[in-house]
């Protein structure tokens, strides 16, 4: 579908269940939201225009159920100021890499729970918040790189379940008010490197 040309909001629930979208270019919209459900279950979605996207909000459940969706990489995280909402990718089973390098949104409860294929996420560079359970259960993420984020709030069970999990870079002089069990049922030889001594 080509909404190259719309600029304003997505509604709630807008193509959800379309099961047979497979592409949309919305790389006009700058400020509008994609708000709660808009393509939850399009279950063909491999890809999404967002190049343009500067402050809109992704909302609840936006893009959940997507199973197909392989990347949002279009999306400029050095430019976006909006927020991720809450399971706004939740089991994206597709879902190969992300980078959110300069991004400074915050990145919601659940919002990328379940992501089996998600194997890496670039947040050097970050420097929002990291909710309740963002990252569970992503089976394939092998490292993550927390330096900048040692006086950031990471919530409960943001990594938890993340089996592949080995290696974790961290800066911290002391400890962090982070959250509990966020690296429970991580992979057995998930070793911590910390920057920060």
């Known amino acids: ?14 193509f959800s269940g379309c099961s047979s979208l497979t592409t949309v270019d919305l790389s006009g919209l700058e400020d509008g939201n994609i708000n709660e459900g808009a393509f ?17 909000d992704i909302g609840e459940n936006a893009f959940a159920f997507c199973s197909s969706l392989e990347s949002i ?11 991720i909402g809450h399971q706004a990718f939740f089991r994206c089973s597709s879902l190969l890499s992300i980078d959110f390098s300069g991004y400074a949104g915050n990145i919601g409860n659940s919002a ?28 394939a993420l092998k490292t993550i790189n927390l330096t900048n984020l040692s006086d950031r709030n990471i919530g409960s069970g943001a ?39």
Do not use: H
Request: glycine share 10%; hydrophobic share 35%.
């Open 73 to 83: 990489d279009t999306i400029d995280f050095t430019q976006y100021t909006g927020n």
């Open 40 to 56: 939850i279950g399009c279950s063909a979605l491999t890809s999404i225009d967002l190049s343009s996207l500067r402050s809109g």
């Open 112 to 139: 990328f729970y379940d992501c089996t294929s998600l194997a890496f996420v670039d947040l050097s560079n970050y420097s929002g918040e990291i909710i309740d359970m963002a990252f569970y259960n992503c089976l």
């Open 159 to 197: 990594f938890y379940g993340c089996l592949s999990l080995d290696k974790i870079y961290v800066n911290l002089d002391e400890a962090p008010s982070w959250g509990e069990n966020i690296f429970t049922n991580i992979s057995p030889s998930g070793t911590f490197y910390n920057a920060g001594t």
């Open 1 to 14: 579908i080509d909404l190259s040309g719309y600029t304003g909001s997505i509604g709630n629930m807008a």
